[in-house]
């Protein structure tokens, strides 16, 4: 059974920096296209950053450059590194395991697995 468990959410102030951590069970977090999420009320989940099949990362045009995805194999986890935080980024965050890969953000009809959910506050 695949099971994600995400982490390191928080508030932090604008400008400020957090790193979610997602660890997986049940799945090789290298061997599959995986990603992060995320959703506010009333708007539907979007993707923010995901690895296609061949490892090329793919980012959500709203956070290039300030957010970074990333894998371990030695704890089969994945990682978003956040920097620059902004108030808009406030929001629940969801690491996500696919079915199947893109050669793009993954959709999210492409996912079979989530995470729980973790709150990240971003204030100004």
């Known amino acids: 059974q695949v099971q994600l468990v995400e982490s390191g959410g928080g508030s932090v102030q604008a400008g400020g920096s957090l790193k979610l951590s997602c660890e997986v069970s049940?799945?090789?977090?290298?061997?599959?296209?995986v990603g992060w999420f995320r959703q506010t009320p009333g708007k539907e989940r979007e993707g923010v950053a995901s690895?296609?099949?061949?490892?090329?990362?793919y980012y959500a045009d709203s956070v290039r450059g300030r957010f970074t995805i990333s894998r371990q194999r030695t704890n089969n986890s994945l990682y978003l590194q956040m920097d620059d935080l902004k108030p808009e980024d406030t929001a629940i965050y969801y690491c996500?395991?696919?079915?199947?890969?893109?050669?793009?953000?993954?959709?999210?009809?492409?996912?079979?697995?989530w995470g729980q959910g973790i709150q990240v506050t971003v204030s100004s």
């Open positions: 049940g799945m090789g977090v290298m061997n599959n296209c």
């Open positions: 996500a395991l696919a079915r199947w890969c893109a050669y793009d953000l993954l959709p999210r009809e492409s996912i079979s697995s």
């Open positions: 690895f296609s099949s061949s490892g090329w990362k």
